[in-house]
């Protein structure tokens, strides 16, 4: 075929549109429909308490969707968290009602999703993906006695204690953690190893997600509380597909 000008402008604009419309729908596939979220700078002292002038400035993030087991009542668990960072370390501040604490094993290896614990996810990177049985991203399980557990590349668990620094404080139901955590590369993080802690900067964007495990008085947990809405029927993937994480952004 012989193309003339006008026929090869019209071709043109017909590229052009069906170029743009193949990046619409490849966009589609991006998650963006996953929260976003920004931490103020700020060093609070971790001593279990939401005085700090840091927290004081900031509302509340919900900490109410549930991933697994039954929906609790308000009187059995309600939680909340707010979030911070400075140049050493990411800072989770989190209140949580909880009517029975549990710490029924006392190997903090065995079955340590099935006590009541703090969970902290972190994607360093933000790049999403698989992290079951790797570095990817971190899933910080911290138990009552502060005791740091996730699962390490062999597939086996392992304390992460030096991650965190965290202080829990509980006067009645109410327990507030505060929580100092070590933000590490995964891809070049080795077990065992000596690995230094990123600094943080202004900018910076990972993947973040909190949960709260709740055990009353059972042998496993009766309810999995996360940060995030995860779609679908199986909602306890976060421990393994880092893309669900919410996207957190460092502010000044």
């Given amino acids: 075929m012989k193309f003339t000008p006008v ?84 800072y989770v501040l989190a209140e949580i009602t909880d009517d029975t604490l549990i710490d029924q094993y006392e190997d903090g290896l065995f079955q340590y999703w099935d006590d ?45 204690n030096q991650h965190c620094t965290t202080r829990r404080v509980s006067l009645g139901n109410v327990s507030t953690w505060e929580v100092a955590i070590r933000i590490y590369n995964g891809e070049s993080y080795e077990e065992g190893g000596e690995n230094v802690p990123k600094l943080l900067d202004e900018d910076k964007h990972m993947g973040f997600a909190l949960a709260y495990c709740d055990n009353d008085h059972s042998k496993t947990r009766e309810h999995f509380m996360g940060s995030i809405p995860i779609e679908g029927e199986d909602k306890n993937r976060a421990w393994i597909d880092a893309s669900l994480f919410s996207h957190l952004r460092l502010s000044y």
């Fill in 116 to 160: 009541d614990c703090l969970e902290v996810f972190i994607d360093e990177d933000g790049s999403g993906g698989n992290h079951q049985y790797n570095h990817n991203a971190f899933a910080y399980h911290i138990a009552l006695d502060g005791r740091v557990v996730d699962i390490a590349p062999d597939s086996s668990f392992q304390y992460y």
């Fill in 7 to 90: 026929l090869a402008f019209l071709t043109a604009i017909l590229l052009a549109t069906s170029c743009e419309e193949q990046a619409v729908d490849h966009s589609a596939d991006d998650h963006s429909n996953i929260p976003h979220f920004t931490a103020i700078y700020g060093t609070p002292t971790i001593d279990g308490s939401a005085m700090d002038s840091v927290w004081m400035g900031q509302d509340w993030l919900p900490l109410d969707q549930l991933w697994e087991g039954t929906e609790p009542d308000k009187s059995d668990f309600k939680g909340r968290y707010k979030l911070a960072w400075d140049e050493n370390n990411l």
